[in-house]
């Protein structure tokens, strides 16, 4: 199992490491997708990459102000999501930054120490 440094102090979540399937927040493991904001880390029980849907994404972050932009985590390899699924982000002015879950992971923590107001979407590690 990896463990990654919390180097610099924010609040909010931090993956501080990978499992097998997903990613470890301080003692809690996240075995399957995983969604974060700066204020909470939930489990995402992702669906299909055809069936990824930003609604569902922001509803269940309910977070207020709208972030700067949704870091997504596409899985052990960098793809794109669905064009339905930006074109959704386009509309809600929201912009998308895509990177393989490992990346995005690490990414999370470097934005966060420069306390960026994002939301990210993991999916899991398999």
């Known amino acids: ?15 501080t490491g990978f499992t097998p399937n997903g990613y470890k927040i301080g003692d809690q493991r996240f075995d399957n997708g995983l969604l974060l ?6 489990s995402w029980n992702a669906p ?3 069936d990824l849907n930003l609604t569902d994404i922001i509803a269940a972050l309910n977070l207020f102000p ?3 932009f949704l870091l997504f985590g596409s899985g052990t390899k960098m ?10 982000a386009e509309t809600a002015k929201l912009g998308i930054e895509v990177m393989d879950s490992r990346a995005a992971a690490r990414a999370w923590g470097v934005l966060r120490a420069e306390e960026r107001w994002i939301i990210g979407a993991f999916l899991p590690l398999r």
């Open 66 to 68: 709208v972030p700067e």
């Open 1 to 15: 199992m990896v463990e990654l440094r919390r180097d610099v102090e924010f609040e909010g979540p931090i993956v």
């Open 79 to 88: 793809e794109q999501p669905p064009a339905a699924f930006r074109r959704a």
């Open 37 to 42: 904001s700066p204020e909470q880390a939930q």
């Open 48 to 50: 299909a990459r055809d």
